[in-house]
């Protein structure tokens, strides 16, 4: 590649063909952690706009020297693009050459997004779970739902039921039949949240919720706005 002269893009075709298994994800995702825990990463805090009601888009610089990955995230959505017939969210990774820090690489972020946020509960189950822990709950079944299942199902290889719920219940019936017979250990879809949460060893939360305006007022501006933040949990049980 000619640096600085010619950019590599990666659709989301391009990075599914790759396919990264999720146990490797996972444990990247987890030396990253330790470096940051470390302190041998510069990750400044998250910069957030809203430009409509209902709308995010973030940004999100990294520099990571032991694995000399330098790059952003920019990502954004509203739940308002269903009805365009749109995804939730969307977004791209842009990766930059460490020396000379001009722009090599453009990809899409869907992929990459979805796995490294189910990673991430996949590597908190890993390390604080019970190693006996029997039924994972998962709350939400979009994307997120199935690439935390799929995490935590390789950090728990004990698991013996999921049991998934949705605000809408198609989505957590799909996400049941599809992922019982993958994984090998039943998925079933509920109708309640506390059904969910009163059986589960471990919890995983991927949804979002909306704060009212006057909590998302910044340094007492008079620009009110809505947020969704996302919220992706890994919560477990006690043992005894």
């Known amino acids: 590649m000619n640096i600085g002269s010619e950019i590599l893009y990666l659709s989301r075709a391009d990075i599914e063909e790759i396919n990264l298994p999720m146990a490797e994800i996972m444990d990247l995702l987890e030396k990253a952690y330790l470096e940051k825990d470390s302190g041998r990463l510069d990750m400044p805090p998250k910069i957030d706009i809203s430009p409509a009601p209902e709308a995010f888009a973030h940004a999100m610089p990294c520099w990571l020297p032991s694995m000399q990955a330098a790059g952003l995230k920019w990502v954004g959505g509203t739940p308002a693009n269903k009805s365009r017939g749109l995804p939730f969210l969307g977004g791209l990774c842009i990766l930059n050459d460490p020396e000379s820090c001009m722009p090599v690489c453009v990809m899409d972020c869907g992929w990459i997004t979805a796995k490294r946020t189910g990673a ?3 590597v908190c189950a890993r390390r604080f779970a019970r190693r006996d822990s029997r039924v994972l709950g998962i709350l939400g079944c979009g994307e997120q739902g199935y690439s935390n ?32 017979e993958k994984l090998g250990i039943p998925v079933r879809a509920v109708r309640s949240p506390r059904e969910v949460v009163e059986e589960s060893d471990v919890l995983v939360t991927a949804g979002w919720i909306s704060l009212p305006a006057e909590l998302s007022k ?18 477990t049980r006690p043992g005894p």
């Open 149 to 180: 299942l799929e995490a935590v199902s390789i950090a728990l290889p004990a698991l013996e039921k999921v049991l998934v719920y949705n605000t809408s219940p198609e989505p957590a019936e799909r996400l049941a039949s599809s992922q019982s």
């Open 120 to 122: 991430k509960s996949g």
């Open 218 to 235: 910044r340094n007492g501006s008079a620009r009110e706005q809505r947020l969704f933040p996302w919220i992706w949990t890994a919560c």
